[in-house]
């Protein structure tokens, strides 16, 4: 050290040691600043730490697959269960390449080519959110949502989080076709509850069942009774075209359609074209050229509520598999409700031609009341003028005789329509009752043709009986008696001028009666319905009475247990064969 | 990666310079044209020496490396400490008289101009807090107590060398030549230590990465081809050096008597994250070293220092006090020119080119 002086250098010494305490001051200070950093920095670890803990958590507990990457791609986080849906092998996870990991990822999908175009798309574009559906090769839906991620509203990547929705999907498209059946259901039920016409109403069934069914085309084959009693196979068509099915000819009970047709269960096959059942039969072995192409098949019976089999729903669709269980219960649905609509538009049908069928019968009744009354009127008003004029003793006694003897048969003629009337109105309340006795049957049947002497004369029929000496039985006199009224009186009324046979005989137990015309016969369509109620009336007309002879007679005849037919032979005529059993011992 | 060469800072003033500064005053106007040449001219001359990383001469710190932030300021006074030089002469520094102690120029001044003239990497030095430190007077000052003192230092250090890394500068480099000076003023090593606490609470406000850009400088401290403190043994002062949180040390070697002792001194203390820069021409030495001694002294010191930790500089600044004509500026560049080509000649040497 050079020249400064000893005083100088010691205040230098003074001063540095003086600053020396500040400086250690100082130190301690920024050392308990330090020191509180540094626990303020272990605190704020620690809730960092803990933080991070439950954000991982968080992350791992989540139901979504989620990868976090930054503005380039490059991968920041992800949670396990991102990991195990695409089992991503951990050396791709690894690389932290997220396109690297869609290379794994895209085989998965259906649009595999557009697998990246997208991600590219999303980075380019940098929406806040993307949300897109990946369909699976393996028809699992993947509902993928991404959203960029902000730390102090800095762009620094973007969350993307990847859920399977597959069940969810098929929930909510079971919801949507279960929603689309119901609204169908209601509006089929609608439809059916109000419509009566039976051919519109089996149009409105098939075309509701094929929508409900999901089949291409479907069918409904039914058989419907005409005015004249017989049974026809009738058809409607839904999706497809009536030529479609016209040159075919109806199903034939074969072991494909015959359960439908039988009424048993409902007939589904996945592929029909693979069935045994399917074409065994001719003419159409297998599916006839040009038939509609059919794989997937339906069939269901369609029975009334008392187990008659209407017809059948068939439905048929071109690829296979496609009705299902439920489809099935389904239409098994519609065909209980079509069941009852048809039953219920059948019974409309007949309470309507019931209600017609009475129309023309009081018509043709009022008809057939007054026809007596007129020349009743007119006998009566004959006898009043000569009684006015005072000229009643200088009529012939012949002519008064014949005078009362016409107003006796007209009101005889009105005696017995009314007896008729009251006759149907006991019978329908059930208020018919015999009065049974042993009697001779042959007597019967003899004087049955005396008492209709005079009116087989007008008729110029001869009546001629053919029986054994005696047949007895029990049953009631009267009524019997009517029987051979309306049966002898109803061949002089249908066949003028012609013999009229009738035969007595005893067949085991039973009586047997038979009364031949020799008129125009009956039509064997005919032959059940002219026992029916008014029936007459609605034929022939022309012959007069109020057609109720045959009902009566049937319905006595029952009473008494026995049976009653026409039976037509080889020539012209016809025949009623009565059966009566000879006691009153139920069979 | 050839071994890395840096200059310590200061390069004597032209002479015109000198002149004028002594006839007007460093704070005449009239001198600007003169100080933004010397400016150029230091820099262009620099980047002609081949020096990866320059500076601008430290042409405009006046009166030198020391008071240059201070100098002027009106709460000071020119009677403080005096700092004695071997060559018989004194250099006195400023003493506070009033509050605050507020820095009337921040170094980052000079790096604007340097960095508007210079192609390659401009370094700049500042003064260490402890070398200030010693303004505030031993009767203390009223109303601003010696801790408030302090910490105002620190507060205007950090400031000036924050402003210097973010400007660019290649490194902040922080001028303790006052390291030995405090061993000599209190041999028990508690000053020092004090100075090595001043200056670690200053570095302890930066980050770890910003203190790979700050380095610490120390010499015996070198003026009018003399020195302060070179009396005072090295191994006294490097192993607390090398506690200071510096990423850097530019340490004065060429001119050492015992170069092997304080390598071995070097090596024992230095931090695997710190890196040493050896000075390898002596710039107080007239003697123009040349590029093979140079290069001897780098492979030298390569025996000791692990070569990714080390680099080379000159033993101090060329003229760290602005009126100082011992050393000409041509002597200066001839010097630099040495250490450049000699540092390369060693790294070729050593592979490390």
């Known amino acids: ?587 | 990666m050839p071994i890395p060469t840096e200059p310590i800072g200061s390069i004597p003033r032209p002479l015109p310079l000198i002149a004028a500064a002594a006839e007007h005053g460093f704070d005449s106007p009239k001198l600007e044209p003169l100080l933004e040449e010397a400016v150029r001219d230091t820099i262009a001359r620099f980047e002609a020496t081949g020096s990866p990383v320059i500076t601008d001469g430290e042409q405009r710190k006046f009166h030198n490396f020391w008071t240059y932030c201070v100098d002027g300021l009106w709460n000071t006074a020119p009677d403080g400490f005096k700092i004695p030089f071997t060559a018989g002469h004194v250099r006195r520094m400023p003493r506070l008289k009033a509050r605050p102690f507020k820095y009337k120029v921040y170094a980052d001044r000079y790096l604007d101009e340097a960095l508007r003239h210079a192609h390659v990497p401009v370094k700049q030095a500042v003064i260490s807090p402890s070398a200030l430190s010693l303004m505030y007077p031993a009767d203390g000052i009223a109303g601003y107590s010696r801790d408030q003192f302090i910490d105002d230092l620190l507060n205007e250090h950090e400031t000036e060398v924050r402003r210097c890394l973010d400007k660019g500068a290649h490194k902040v480099q922080i001028d303790f030549t006052e390291g030995r000076l405090a061993i000599k003023i209190d041999p028990t090593g508690g000053l020092l230590t004090s100075f090595i606490d001043l200056n670690n609470l200053a570095l302890g406000r930066f980050s770890v990465a910003d203190r790979q850009r700050i380095g610490v400088h120390t010499c015996p401290g070198g003026d009018r081809d003399s020195t302060h403190s070179a009396d005072v043994d090295y191994a006294e002062l490097l192993p607390s050096l090398f506690h200071l949180k510096a990423g850097n040390f530019y340490v004065s070697l060429a001119g050492e008597r015992d170069r092997i002792r304080v390598l071995r001194v070097i090596r024992e203390h230095l931090k695997p994250d710190q890196k040493v820069f050896v000075g390898v021409v002596a710039t107080i030495d007239p003697h123009l070293d040349t590029p093979e001694e140079v290069r001897d002294r780098v492979l030298e010191a390569a025996e000791y220092i692990p070569l990714a930790q080390l680099g080379t500089t000159d033993d101090c600044g060329f003229s760290p006090f602005s009126d100082d004509t011992s050393t000409s500026r041509d002597t200066a560049f001839a010097k630099i020119r040495a250490r450049v080509l000699g540092t390369a000649l060693a790294s070729e040497i050593l592979g490390a080119s």
């Open chain 1, 1 to 587: 050290m050079g020249p400064g002086g000893d005083d100088e250098q010691e205040l230098l010494r003074s001063v540095a040691l003086q600053n020396a305490q500040s400086i250690l001051l100082a130190r301690r200070r920024a050392e308990a600043e330090l020191l509180k950093t540094k626990e303020e920095l272990e605190l704020r670890s620690k809730e960092l730490a803990r933080s991070l803990s439950m954000m991982r958590a968080t992350l791992e507990a989540t139901t979504d697959a989620i990868l976090v990457t930054d503005a380039q791609g490059r991968v920041t986080d992800y949670n396990e269960k991102f990991v195990a849906l695409w089992n991503l092998p951990r050396a791709v996870i690894g690389s932290l390449d997220h396109r690297r990991v869609l290379d794994h990822i895209c085989p998965f999908f259906k649009d595999a080519g557009q697998c990246h175009a997208k991600i590219d798309a999303i980075y380019a574009a940098s929406p806040l959110e993307s949300f897109d559906l990946l369909e699976l090769t393996d028809g699992r839906v993947f509902e993928r949502y991404s959203r960029i991620q902000f730390i102090e509203q800095q762009n620094v990547g973007r969350v993307w989080s990847v859920r399977d929705v597959t069940e969810r999907r098929r929930t909510e498209d079971a919801l949507r076709d279960e929603s689309r059946i119901l609204e169908l259901l209601n509006q089929t039920g609608t439809v059916i509850a109000s419509q009566l016409e039976l051919r519109a109403l089996v149009q409105a069934v098939t075309d509701a069942a094929t929508q409900l069914s999901g089949a291409r085309f479907g069918a409904f084959f039914y058989t419907s009774k005409q005015a004249n009693g017989e049974e026809l196979l009738l058809y409607t068509l839904s999706g497809a075209p009536r030529e479609a099915f016209d040159r075919f000819g109806h199903p034939r009970a074969t072991s494909l359609f015959g359960p439908t047709f039988r009424g048993e269960g409902p007939v589904r096959c996945d592929d029909v074209t693979q069935d045994p059942r399917y074409g065994t039969l001719g003419p159409h072995h297998g599916m006839p050229l040009g038939h509609l192409p059919v794989r997937s098949y339906l069939a269901v019976s369609v029975k009334s509520r008392v187990g008659e089999i209407i017809g059948g729903l068939f439905f048929g669709h071109p690829e296979a598999g496609v009705f299902t269980d439920r489809t099935e219960r389904i239409i098994t649905g519609v065909a209980a409700q079509a069941a009852v609509a048809i039953d219920n538009a059948r019974l409309f049908q007949r309470a309507q031609d019931a209600v017609q069928l009475r129309d023309d019968f009081l018509a043709i009744a009022s008809h057939e009341l007054k026809t007596p009354l007129t020349p009743l009127r007119l006998q009566i008003q004959s006898l009043s003028r000569l009684v006015g004029k005072g000229e009643l003793a200088t009529v012939p006694p012949e002519r008064l005789r014949s005078l009362t003897r016409i107003a006796d048969r007209q009101i005889a003629r009105l005696t017995s329509l009314i007896e008729e009337l009251l006759d149907v109105t006991r019978i329908s309340a059930g208020k018919l009752r015999l009065e049974r006795e042993i009697v001779d049957l042959v007597r019967l049947a003899n004087e049955a043709v005396e008492r209709h002497a005079v009116q087989l004369a007008l008729s110029r029929c001869v009546a001629r009986v053919e029986a054994p000496p005696r047949l007895e039985g029990k049953w009631d006199p009267l009524r019997v008696e009517q029987v051979f009224t309306n049966l002898i009186t109803n061949a002089a009324r249908y066949a003028p001028g012609k013999p009229i046979e009738i035969s007595v005989r005893q067949e085991a137990g039973e009586a047997v009666v038979a009364v031949r015309d020799a008129g125009v016969g009956i039509a064997e369509q005919d032959r059940e319905r002219i026992f029916q109620r008014y029936e007459q009336v609605k034929s022939t007309a022309s012959v007069g009475g109020l057609g109720l002879g045959l009902f009566i007679t049937r319905q006595i005849v029952e009473a008494h247990g026995g049976s009653i037919r026409v039976a037509s032979g080889p020539g012209p005529g016809a025949t009623f064969i009565v059966r009566l059993p000879l006691d009153d011992q139920p069979r």
